[in-house]
């Protein structure tokens, strides 16, 4: 969580509240760091960070999307901001679809 913080205070993103939500709470096995966060500003985050060796692909955004609606479920909460913050190789494909879809995708995390 340390590492988040720093990582979007070096984007002038300060967070007044984070809170992480296990994938097994929302009813998933796969491999993601689900984080809440509140800004200074009053802007709800969701954030997914993956740590994959293999390529991140269409298929994949798809499962993020799946998942990202069990969380506003979960929550009972519309989130203003999306983040994938993702370590390995992303397909044009998969993130052309998630930018149309409102997702900021990172890669350099």
């Not at 966060?37 to 692909?57: G, L, N």
């Not at 009972?76 to 190789?89: G, P, R, T, V, Y």
């Amino acid at each position: 969580m340390k590492d988040l913080t720093k990582y979007f205070l070096d984007k002038e993103v300060l967070f007044k509240e984070i809170k992480e939500i296990s994938p097994k709470e929302l009813g998933s096995r796969k491999k993601i760091e689900i984080y809440i966060a509140t800004s200074v500003k009053k802007e709800f985050y969701a954030i997914f960070i993956i740590d994959a060796k293999s390529r991140f692909i269409r298929k994949n955004a798809n499962d993020l999307l799946e998942l990202y609606s069990k969380l506003v479920d979960f929550q009972e909460h519309n989130f203003k901001k999306k983040e994938l913050l993702i370590s390995s190789a992303l397909c044009s494909k998969a993130k052309k679809f998630l930018e149309e879809n409102k997702w900021s995708v990172r890669i350099d995390y």
